[in-house]
C-alpha cells in the first residue's frame, strides 16, 4: 500500500507582497518594495488604500505581518 511513497517536494512559502513583488513588472516592482520597506512615508493602511485604487487587492494586515517579519516568508518550513 505504501509502496513508492515519497516525501512531497518543498513547496517555497511566500506571502501576498512577496508574491506581488515577484510577479510586477521590474520597475512597478523597484517602486512597490520600497514602500514596503518606507513604514514611515507609507503607513499600511495609506499604503494599502492607494494599491487597492491601482488594482492591487493587499491588506494593510499582509502588510503589516510583512514588515514585522511575521509572514509566511520568514518562518521555518520543517
Known sequence: M???MTPP???IHRCKIATTIEELET???EIFAAAI??????PAQTLATELRIRGLIIS????????KRSCACYREVF
Open 2 to 4: 505504501l509502496d513508492g
Open 9 to 11: 517536494k518543498s513547496k
Open 27 to 29: 520597475s512597478d516592482s
Open 37 to 42: 520597506i518606507d513604514a514611515r512615508r507609507w
Open 60 to 67: 494593510d494586515g499582509s502588510i503589516h505581518k510583512h514588515r
